[in-house]
């Protein structure tokens, strides 16, 4: 089955580490992003990426790096940059043959919890 | 810019009856829009979506959704709920620039008997 993978699903971190969430998919999606959950605050798109060896910054890139050596995974990792890391994760991607046809398919998602 | 705003942060619904969830956009030219459903502690799945052709849409688990550009709306309804369809709704415009989806902020539904 096609489908976006995430791991692991509950991480804790102390403060001060640097953590990787991992973020798979077997679409064959050239288009792969980073977003951020917050209660109240709908979703914040943190990086893209519409090719593989190329990203971009989203509205709350700071703190947080990422990688995309292959299409199939874009990991993100969350640095001890980042003032309030404890959230929930959500990784998507989409083909995108077009702007007309670009529709964003979810993982499971991952949640973050600092101590 | 592009924007999204869902009015309702929490609807309370009876089983059985209607459901109807609003949302509003705001953007220059014709929208892309979406609706998608999350359970707590999953991710997002896509009910609907509206790119363009006929304003009304039909998306999966009953749910259809009415694109008005008078209004600037794309509202999702569903004649009869069920007790699975307590989740969180999130409405999002895609179209102001490749891959940047907007969200709005999500409403939570709660289902009673």
């Known amino acids: 089955d096609g489908g976006i993978t995430q791991s692991p699903k509950y991480l804790f971190r102390k403060e001060g580490q640097n953590v990787t969430l991992s973020c798979e998919q077997n679409?064959?999606?050239?288009?792969m992003y980073w977003y951020r959950q917050d209660p109240g605050q709908g979703l914040r798109l943190i990086y893209y990426s519409q090719i593989v060896n190329d990203f971009q910054k989203g509205d709350i890139a700071e703190g947080y790096s990422v990688s995309r050596e292959k299409k199939e995974s874009f990991p993100l990792t969350v640095t001890s940059a980042q003032k309030n890391p404890t959230a929930f994760y959500l990784c998507?991607?989409?083909?995108?043959?077009?702007?007309?046809?670009?529709?964003?398919?979810f993982g499971p998602g991952t949640r973050l919890t600092v101590l | 810019a592009q924007s999204v705003t869902q009015p309702d942060i929490h609807i309370t619904v009876s089983e059985g009856a209607s459901l109807e969830l609003r949302c509003n956009y705001s953007y220059g030219a014709t929208p892309y829009l979406f609706w998608y459903v999350q359970s707590p502690g999953q991710g997002l799945q896509l009910l609907l979506k509206y790119f363009s052709g006929d304003t009304l849409v039909q998306g999966i688990k009953g749910f259809e959704a009415e694109f008005k550009r008078s209004q600037s709306s794309f509202n999702l309804r569903k004649p009869s709920v069920h007790w699975s369809d307590a989740a969180e709704y999130f409405c999002a415009v895609s179209g102001d620039s490749w891959g940047k989806f907007q969200f709005g902020a999500g409403t939570q539904v709660v289902v009673t008997p």
């Open positions: 998507a991607s989409s083909i995108p043959a077009s702007q007309e046809t670009d529709t964003q398919y």
């Open positions: 679409l064959n999606h050239d288009a």
